[in-house]
């Protein structure tokens, strides 16, 4: 076979419109678009959710809520998740676990701006594991299986009395 000979399914491919060619195209004179109105001119078309000059929707009912765009996204994995990796044989107790070792063993697909640890389930294994945040609880749980958890930011810092923003 040779690149000239290679040529589409049958009915896979069709000819593109010629308009304005005539009038004995189908096609000629107003190209399809009918007379004049603003679907006729280039760029008119109105705009989704336009409701011919009545208030839409979208403006008619109250806004709600707060999208705060400085929020972290973590990825959440519980103790009992890592004891049951361990226990299926995808990540080793042996050595430290860290996010990638925890990815490559599929407890996530993508890591988005960390990992945090959770307490959910029990521990039996002792591991040494980093990641990005971690709650107290898993942290004391890890540490009574005799492991270790080293966390960017392993829980919310208290709020002390010489602190400006104590309530």
């Known amino acids: 076979m040779k690149l000239n000979q290679i040529s589409d399914n049958a009915g896979a491919t069709h000819p593109r419109k010629r308009l304005g060619r005539?009038?004995?195209?189908?096609?000629?004179?107003t190209s399809g678009k009918g007379?004049?109105?603003?679907?006729?001119?280039?760029?008119?078309?109105?705009?989704?959710?336009?409701?011919?000059?009545?208030m839409p929707l979208y403006r008619r009912l109250p806004k709600r809520g707060f999208h705060n765009p400085f929020r972290h996204d973590f990825v959440v994995v519980n103790l009992g998740v890592l004891q049951q990796a361990i226990d299926a044989g995808r990540l080793d107790g042996t050595k430290p676990v860290d996010e990638a070792a925890m990815q490559a063993a599929g407890l996530f697909r993508r890591r988005r701006d960390g990992v945090r640890l959770l307490?959910?389930?029990?521990?039996?294994?002792?591991?040494?594991?980093?990641?990005?945040?971690a709650?107290?609880?898993a942290v004391a749980a890890v540490e009574k299986a005799g492991g270790s958890v080293t966390a960017a930011t392993a829980s919310k810092p208290e709020k002390t009395a010489a602190d400006p923003g104590a309530a």
């Open 22 to 29: 005539g009038i004995g195209s189908g096609l000629g004179k």
């Open 135 to 137: 709650s107290k609880a």
């Open 35 to 54: 007379h004049k109105g603003q679907k006729a001119r280039s760029g008119g078309q109105r705009f989704v959710g336009f409701e011919g000059g009545q």
């Open 119 to 133: 307490a959910k389930g029990e521990l039996t294994v002792a591991l040494a594991i980093t990641v990005t945040g």
